[in-house]
């Protein structure tokens, strides 16, 4: 293991300036507009915000409570309680309250990214770039801030690579470093499934195969009772789900048999699911560059050149404690979660979160390496993203009538992404220090384009929020448990959802003894019977793929931007 050797820069002295205001700048760019209701997550937040909300109203932990009864055990109960603890048993129902922990664990994470790369390279910078490229991964900004599970399950399941790494020495421990590790295992198996023991195993008792120099017997002799500690442990925090629910049958039924195990589907169909189809072994092998985002290409330069670099990184020495051997443990660790979530016959790019802080860090210590004309395309690709940010907001500004949509500082922090991107393409070596910032200020610029959304724009007046307190709303949902989101747009209400598709008119929904919402194109009125009380401004997703043909084509604004309408059944009314 390489110490640290100089906390001081070893390039110029306005180098480690500019890293650390960077950091300071991803700490907030993780936090800006983290109540919006459209910030990039998965759909799987509205199910578990329902669940957290339903079960905070029963007044207890468990059992866990859904309105849906196939949705009630899905996943274990430490996500459903952090939300119940930071919204104090729900009266204070807000976004920010059921989100912030997620950023916690996020950043959480980034900082063990940053001491690995310090740690592991003797340099600050590395450490800094470590720590920025882990916040620029797309997947990080994605699935690291919203109410979802993989915040805390990558931070609890990179803690025993990170400790391996941090102190050697602990893969010696017969009893305490076992019982730690286990404990941190399971307090992630708690928040996911206790089948990512099986990485975690797989992982751990591979390391012990290098350290002893593949010699098996050995390991089996000496290692096979820490690593049985490990798997007791973390499947005994695990087991606390079924000690304390009444029901812990209908966990059996739910959660073992069906979500785990139903991953692997019918044995007839695991070959041909295997190698085609969207859940193929095809699309866990580009995974890990689409969670890079726009950091796609250096990740895929890391792997072409650990790949010619095998011999080296592959090779067992007789000191471990090289640079090279802490590598190749960090690869160990992303090649072991590529393997584990290829067996199941559902793959997606979303398993492999648990390894990208050992591929940021790995990114980072091999920085140099990476071709600058693979930063540059990055680069470009970033000052693409800025173009279109800019050009969209220019036309939703001319769609919608009132008041500017975007504040000044949001114009100059697309204009300075943009410089950044230009002076870096331009000046020789600026590239390799600015990739990471200037996709930072893309990020920032991006939830600053959201923000209209849930500004007057985007949400329902104060009198209408009034009005629909205490009442029925049926709203148009395309996904399950969506009209979660409608409790934050109106409080109070008693919110219902219905199948609905973005063309449907007022005459459309079903129920018309309660206020309804319809969607219409952005520059579409609504037609038919009811009275319009309200409409916001929103944006569409899961798009037909006829509608996606469309937006390729370059008509993106008129199926990424609709109006919802709130009316009150009776009369025909034409606005």
């Known amino acids: 293991m390489a110490h640290v050797r100089d906390v001081r820069s070893s390039g110029p002295r306005w180098l480690l300036t500019w890293y650390g205001l960077a950091a300071v700048f991803a700490v907030f760019t993780y936090f800006y507009g983290l109540d919006s209701l459209h910030i990039p997550k998965n ?45 104090n048993w729900g009266t204070s129902w807000t976004l920010w309250r059921l989100r912030w922990p997620s950023v916690a664990y996020t950043l959480l994470t980034a900082g063990l990214v940053f001491v690995l790369g ?43 690579c990170f400790a391996l790494l941090w102190r050697p020495s602990l893969g010696g421990s017969r009893m305490a470093a076992p019982l730690l590790l286990g404990l941190t295992t399971g307090v992630g198996l708690l928040y996911k499934s206790f089948a990512l023991l099986l990485p975690v195993g797989l992982f751990l008792a591979w390391w012990h195969l290098r350290q002893r120099r593949y010699r098996i017997r050995e390991v089996v002799v000496r290692d096979s009772g820490p690593l049985a500690i490990v798997a007791v442990v973390a499947l005994a925090v695990f087991s606390v789900w079924f000690m304390l629910d009444p029901d812990p049958r209908a966990i059996v039924n739910k959660f073992v048999l069906e979500e785990n195990a139903g991953k692997f589907g019918a044995p007839g169909d695991y070959l041909k699911n295997f190698f085609w189809g969207g859940s193929s072994i095809w699309r866990l092998m580009v995974s890990y560059p689409l969670n890079a985002g726009l950091l796609m290409f250096p990740v895929i330069a890391l792997f072409v050149d650990a790949f010619r670099r095998r011999a080296e990184l592959l090779k067992v020495r007789l000191k471990p404690d090289t640079t090279a051997d802490a590598e190749a443990q960090l690869w160990m660790w992303v090649v072991t979660l590529f393997v584990v979530f290829s067996l199941p016959s559902q793959r997606d790019e979303r398993y492999l979160l648990p390894a990208m802080p050992a591929l940021a860090v790995l990114c980072a210590l091999n920085w140099h390496r990476i071709s600058e004309r693979v930063f540059k395309i990055s680069l470009a690709i970033t000052g693409v993203v800025v173009v279109l940010l800019a050009y969209l907001s220019m036309r939703l500004e001319q769609a919608v009538a009132g008041d500017r949509l975007f504040p000044f500082t949001y114009w100059a922090v697309l204009a300075v992404a943009f410089i950044l991107v230009i002076a870096a393409m331009l000046r020789p070596g600026l590239a390799r220090v600015s990739v990471n910032v200037a996709i930072l200020l893309a990020l920032a610029g991006f939830a600053g384009f959201l923000h209209p959304f849930d500004g007057a724009p985007g949400t329902y007046s104060v009198d209408i929020q009034q009005l629909t307190r205490g009442r029925t709303v049926w709203v148009p949902i395309n996904f399950a448990a969506k009209e979660e989101a409608h409790r934050f747009l109106l409080p109070g209400a008693d919110v219902h959802g219905y199948a609905g598709e973005p063309d449907f008119t007022i005459a459309g929904p079903g129920p018309h003894s309660a206020l309804f919402a319809v969607r219409a194109p952005i520059n579409s009125t609504p037609v038919g019977g009811g009275r319009v009380l309200g409409e916001r401004l929103d944006i569409a997703t899961r798009q037909t793929p006829k509608q996606i043909l469309d937006m390729l084509r370059g008509n993106v604004f008129e199926h990424l931007f609709v109006k919802e309408f709130l009316v009150e059944p009776g009369e025909r009314h034409e606005r």
């Open 43 to 87: 759909g799987d937040e509205y199910p578990y915000e329902h669940i957290a909300r339903m079960t905070a109203e029963s007044g207890h932990w468990l059992p866990l409570q859904s309105e849906i009864p196939e949705m009630r055990n899905t996943k274990p109960p430490l996500l459903f309680w952090q939300g119940i603890v930071s919204t």
């Open 118 to 160: 310090w740690r592991l390279s003797g340099q600050l910078e590395t450490g800094f770039i470590a720590l920025l490229t882990f916040l620029a991964f797309f997947s990080t900004y994605r699935y690291g801030r919203p109410f979802l599970t993989d915040a805390p399950s990558t931070f609890w399941l990179f803690v025993p």
